[in-house]
């Protein structure tokens, strides 16, 4: 079977790496973030460099957490308003993954593929600077949509630590654990390469070793630049690779209950792990050689391939306590009874999402619902 591996973001990495955007050949920039990028200064700060190099820029500051359909329109609207020839998304995923879609959609109206994309994220996590990937929410429906496609892979990525130092601890601990279940989904995927496993196991140690203390001291700038060089790779990795049912599972819980997409997938990793690995069954699965290599990349190693995995889990419960997140659904203010009511859609829609495509083992529908379920008790 042919397999393929492309690299089409130009990537610069590095202390004072948004200096580079001195030496963009552009006319005009709208800049797409929050309202907070835009208050903190720093969307105004690029603005002021891109207008003392004569290009004209706009802000467009009304992204949200989880970008809706509506949020994406809007910025359409601006878009067309100003036709530029350059899309800045200067934020974490919500920034990017918007920035992308309105790029896509607004090059497929105006027939054009002259508009570049460069992403400046300031979290550590989504990846979404380098990836054929965005989330789009949909309030109405109580749901997250997936969207693939290679024309919305993003022509610049600026990483540049400093950005990243204000981030609250929680965000970095769950954007930080999305990087690392990027990783470990991407290695199992179905879809896996050498040269995807290489940059999810590169960053998966990274995230591993340094996660807790970029958490602990967040002025560090060179465990900074380590964890957000970990998540770009993360990046590289699953936008080849794909991903597999934590995604898909995390993308319906999210949709319906408002958890952080990183929180999201803390709770289910562990039992993903567990599910996918089949260590409930009396018999050994192909995947769970996967998942024990996973875990000896990671310096476990016990009597058997079972035991193996089961110290892998161990090992992550444990730094999800020192990231101080809990594995309990109801710890996040979530009705028992409303959240098992929601299990049978939830289900539907992780079943139908594109990440369980690539799942090393095929769910059925009441595996989805059973996963959901191990939640109510927590730990794994």
Not at 23 to 30: E, G, R, Y
Not at 99 to 122: D, F, G, N, W
Request: proline share 4%; hydrophobic share 40%; charged share 20%.
């Amino acid at each position: 079977m042919l397999k393929q591996f492309k690299m089409a973001t130009k990537i610069v990495t590095g202390i004072e790496a948004l200096s580079t955007i001195k030496s963009l050949s552009l006319k005009s920039v709208l800049i797409v973030c929050d309202p907070f990028m835009e208050k903190n200064g720093t969307a105004e700060r690029i603005k002021q460099i891109l207008e003392e190099n004569k290009v004209c820029c706009r802000i467009f500051s009304e992204i949200i957490p989880d970008p809706t359909i509506d949020v994406v329109t809007k910025g359409l609207m601006a878009t067309i308003k100003q036709k530029p020839d350059g899309l800045i998304a200067l934020g974490g995923g919500s920034a990017m993954d918007a920035a992308k879609v309105i790029r896509h959609i607004y090059t497929m109206a105006e027939k054009s593929s002259s508009v570049q994309l460069i992403c400046i994220p300031t979290t550590s996590g989504t990846g979404s600077e380098v990836t054929s990937f965005a989330v789009i929410s949909d309030p109405i429906n109580q749901s997250k949509y997936a969207l693939v496609d290679d024309r919305m892979v993003p022509d610049l990525a600026i990483l540049d630590p400093e950005l990243t130092v204000s981030v609250p601890k929680s965000v970095t601990a769950d954007t930080g654990i999305d990087v690392f279940t990027h990783c470990l989904e991407a290695l199992a995927s179905t879809d896996a390469t050498d040269f995807t496993d290489a940059a999810s196991e590169k960053a998966m140690k990274i995230i591993w070793n340094d996660l807790v203390a970029v958490v602990n001291n967040g002025d560090d700038l060179a465990l900074r630049e380590r964890v957000h060089n970990a998540s770009c790779l993360a990046g590289i990795a699953f936008s080849e690779a794909s991903l597999g049912i934590c995604h898909s599972l995390a993308h319906a819980l999210g949709g319906k209950f408002h958890i952080p997409h990183g929180r999201a997938n803390a709770l289910l990793l562990p039992h993903v792990i567990s599910y996918n690995a089949g260590l409930e069954l009396d018999k050994e699965i192909q995947s769970l050689a996967t998942y024990q290599r996973i875990a000896n990349l990671l310096g476990f190693q016990a009597g058997t391939p079972k035991a193996t995995v089961y110290a892998l889990i161990n090992g992550l419960n444990r730094q999800l306590k020192q990231l101080r997140i809990s594995s309990v659904i109801t710890d996040y203010d979530i009705d028992s009874n409303e959240f098992l009511a929601a299990i049978p859609e939830m289900a539907v829609k992780a079943m139908e999402d594109k990440c369980t495509r690539t799942n090393p083992r095929k769910p059925t529908l009441q595996e989805l619902e059973q996963l959901y379920k191990r939640l109510l008790r927590g730990g794994c």
